[in-house]
């Protein structure tokens, strides 16, 4: 099924700790950004890696949204006891009355993608339209000098390398326009696919950046942190 990651659930987590992402940077990173707020919505929970290094060093209250029901099981057992409120629900379709003093997305839903000097905003929704109105939706759940930080990543490509417990990750990337395809491959040594996983991003051209974020009501300009987030303030 296409962008819901459960083919390759059981094997999300070895290739996320194998150097795709860096936990421990990314929560000290936000830990610095957010100050004193602690009201987080993080969009694209997965298997809640992020969440589990953001509260080793804050108390956040934190609410987690997936559409995944297999990456939030894993998450479950990972952050059983935390108080982090898990919700499988579609982000379009997520409404809540409490409103957030930060949202974060470190790739599950939206992120950055730097090429070429641009930033260009990637979507799992690969309708135009929808994420107009999910960015909108995403300001409106924000506290007043709330704060949205999307995630950067490095242009997509194609690559396969080992990862934990002898298991070769390869992905395989194809461009068309503002549609990018990514392949996840998981197999052995031998050759023998494990698992895999297709999913479509809707990839905005760098230069309506900063437009489709005012137009969705946040500040004018957004601002890079570290290279590692862009934020964007209500």
């Known amino acids: 099924m296409i962008n819901e990651y ?22 000290n990173i936000l830990y610095n950004l957010l100050g004193p707020r602690r009201k987080v919505l993080d969009i694209g929970v997965g298997t809640g ?36 409120k898990l919700i499988c629900e579609d982000i379009i379709e997520f409404e809540s009355k409490e409103k957030f003093e930060a ?28 994420n107009k109105q999910l960015l909108t939706k995403l300001h409106s759940q924000l506290d007043e000098g709330g704060l949205l930080a999307l995630g950067i990543q490095g242009g997509h490509t194609n690559y396969k390398k080992e990862i934990k417990d002898k298991i070769f990750y390869e992905q395989k990337i194809k461009k068309e326009g503002n549609y990018l395809d990514k392949w996840y491959v998981f197999s052995q040594a031998n050759g023998e696919i494990k698992s895999e996983q297709f999913c479509r991003f809707y990839v905005f051209d760098g230069r309506q950046t900063n437009k489709v974020l005012t137009d969705a009501g946040f500040q004018e300009g957004y601002k890079i942190i570290d290279d590692k987030f862009l934020v964007s303030y209500k």
Do not use: Q, W
């Open 6 to 27: 459960v083919e390759i659930a059981n094997y999300y987590d070895n290739l996320l700790t194998s150097g795709y992402f860096n936990y421990d940077s990314l929560s």
């Open 103 to 130: 949202i974060v997305s470190t790739g599950g839903v939206i992120c950055i993608l730097e090429e070429d000097g641009e930033y260009r905003i990637c979507s799992h929704i690969t309708d135009l339209e929808k």
């Open 49 to 84: 890696l992020l969440t589990e290094k953001m509260l080793s060093l804050a108390n956040y209250n934190i609410v987690g949204v997936d559409f995944s029901p297999r990456m939030l099981e894993i998450a479950k057992k990972r952050l059983a006891n935390s108080g982090v």
